[in-house]
């Protein structure tokens, strides 16, 4: 399995991702204001859409998501939000595409230059890294949760790309104009996920040892909380064996 996929998915397990409330709230009311600049109207827009279905996984009062659509259209004042990516490499030769949402891009960009360095890694130009990645949607599945044949039938009937099995759990992968359709198909089949969202996924991938998996997997936490990077993905991959012994001791 991807290995930053599969680290969330154990962090989430653990308790490790309860960040604070607060910090969680803010990066979502970002994506639904950013989203809502291209229509408040959810029905119409599949950005909108992906990003209430978010809030509702995270308790977001309904007012808290109203006035973040009424920044987003104009309705409402609002600091002005920019959206963009950073790039970089981690240990390993990890490659690293952060997504940004920010009211100062001079001080995020220092800021992630800076963690980088300091923690075995370095910034990439523009288009660096970006080409490894792919934006898809991403499915996972528990595999004690659902047969293969079951989850295959349904997903791909729904419009997955493909379907790929670990040791504990199925990724189910689709193009993001068909996940929409493809969480439902599983949600109306009663088939739970443990993670669902259009991402980025790396086209190639490198296997790290389990040193330069503790650094990357430090370093994407580092990043991971800052406020003003809403996602990061790696490329790294790392056994199961390794991911499961630094979360017991995370």
């Known amino acids: ?39 408040g109207d959810p029905d119409g827009n599949p950005a909108l859409r992906q990003a209430i279905a978010k809030s509702k996984e995270v308790n977001m009062p309904a007012d808290t998501v ?61 288009g660096a890294v970006a080409w490894q990645f792919q934006k898809k949607g991403l499915l996972i599945v528990e595999n004690d949760k659902v ?9 791909l009937e729904a419009g997955a790309e493909d379907v790929k099995q670990s040791p504990s759990s199925f990724e189910v992968i689709t193009s993001p104009s068909d996940f929409e359709a493809v969480k439902a198909a599983l949600l109306a089949a009663e088939i739970p996920s443990t993670f669902s969202e259009v991402t980025f996924l790396p086209q190639n991938q490198v296997q790290l040892d389990e040193r330069a998996a503790e650094q990357a997997l430090k370093l994407v936490d580092i990043l991971d909380d800052n406020d003003d990077v809403q996602k990061v993905h790696a490329n790294f991959d790392i056994s199961d064996e390794i991911l499961e012994k630094l979360a017991s001791i995370g």
């Open 66 to 126: 109203k006035r973040a659509i009424q920044r987003g259209t104009g309705e409402l004042p609002g600091m002005e939000i920019e959206e963009f990516s950073l790039e970089g490499y981690g240990p390993g030769g990890t490659a690293l595409l952060l997504e940004i949402m920010t009211d100062n891009r001079n001080r995020i960009v220092a800021e992630v230059r800076s963690m980088l360095t300091k923690n075995n890694g370095t910034m990439a130009e523009a």
């Open 1 to 39: 399995m991807g290995g930053h996929s599969h680290w969330s998915t154990i962090k989430r397990h653990k308790g490790a991702v309860d960040a604070k409330r607060g910090k969680i709230f803010t990066r979502v009311i970002r994506e639904i204001s950013i989203a809502a600049r291209s229509g």
């Open 147 to 155: 047969g293969e044949d079951q989850l295959l039938s349904i997903a």
